[in-house]
């Protein structure tokens, strides 16, 4: 698909407040076409209630929430809500035990959860190539109970792709899955973004670990606000990233891939 749009998401100023409590302080975002986010920050940063206001669920205070220059509360939030792709843990407990690996993709283009109904031949062949794509052909006639967790992951980004969305979303994929699981998810995540035609992606993550070479960008969440975003090589830094923790970190990156290492917490002498 020909993306015709330079900016796919733009945030302005969005604040999120629920009784007394502030959630998101003037977050601005802008994400670029061509560009993939990584989203860091520590429990209670905000990264969530972000994800479920960029998805139509949590309804900012003020601010202004636009995809693909459409603006959430002037467009049909359903209809806009299509246009991002979302992988989370939540809807991942949600699919049927015995529903095809095939009947799985296809039901995003409907954002079904337990696809009911005869599978359209249409549909067939473009859920194959999805599978393909995902590389995982192999699985098509496979249920979900006996998947791996990998596997399910893949699975559910090719849901998402049914839709074709210009942005997806990938909200913790890593969680659960073993070390090496974990590597070989991540190696596909990062052939799957240098693809032509690629959605924009962002990875939401508490781990520098999981951001791969073909990630471009990073933001940066402390207490609901924007610590700081812009390219990673400016972004991911020990310092920033020791603020966002508050916990002096340090950074290092080799061939393309982040570690972290923690300081060690100091003993109280009594």
């Given at each position: 698909m020909t993306r015709k749009h330079n900016t796919i998401l733009e945030?302005?100023?969005?604040?999120?407040?629920?009784?007394?409590?502030t959630i998101l302080e003037s977050v601005s975002?802008?994400?670029e076409c061509g560009q993939h986010w990584a989203m860091l920050g520590?429990?209670?940063?905000?990264?969530?209630?972000?994800?479920?206001?960029l998805t139509g669920y949590l309804t900012p205070s003020r601010g202004e929430i636009m995809v693909l220059?459409?603006?959430?509360?002037e467009t049909d939030w359903r209809e806009l809500r299509k246009q991002i792709g979302l992988v989370s843990s939540s809807v991942r407990q949600m699919m049927p035990e015995f529903e095809s690996a095939l009947e799985t993709v296809v039901s995003g283009k409907y954002a079904m959860i337990d696809f009911w109904g005869k599978v359209r031949s249409s549909d067939r062949v473009r859920a194959g190539r999805i599978l393909e794509q995902i590389e995982c052909?192999?699985?098509?006639?496979q249920p979900w109970a006996v998947l791996s967790q990998g596997e399910r992951q893949r699975?559910?980004?090719?849901?998402?792709?049914m839709a074709d969305p210009p942005l997806l979303i990938l909200d913790e994929p890593c969680a659960g899955l073993d070390p090496v699981?974990?590597?070989?998810?991540?190696?596909?995540?990062?052939?799957?973004?240098?693809?032509?035609?690629?959605?924009?992606?962002?990875?939401?993550?508490?781990?520098?670990?999981?951001?791969?070479?073909?990630?471009?960008?990073?933001?940066?969440?402390?207490?609901g606000n924007v610590l700081a975003n812009g390219k990673k090589q400016t972004v991911l830094r020990s310092r920033l990233l020791s603020q966002a923790f508050g916990c002096p970190v340090d950074l290092r990156a080799t061939n393309g891939r982040y570690s972290?290492?923690?300081?060690?917490?100091?003993?109280?002498?009594t």
């Open positions: 945030v302005r100023g969005l604040h999120i407040r629920r009784g007394q409590t975002w802008r994400v520590a429990n209670g940063s905000g990264k969530t209630s972000l994800l479920s206001a220059d459409q603006r959430y509360g052909e192999y699985l098509a006639g699975l559910l980004i090719g849901r998402a792709l699981a974990r590597e070989h998810f991540l190696q596909f995540l990062d052939r799957l973004g240098r693809r032509k035609n690629a959605p924009t992606l962002v990875l939401v993550t508490h781990h520098v670990e999981e951001i791969m070479p073909v990630f471009s960008h990073a933001l940066l969440l402390k207490a972290l290492s923690v300081a060690p917490r100091a003993r109280t002498v």
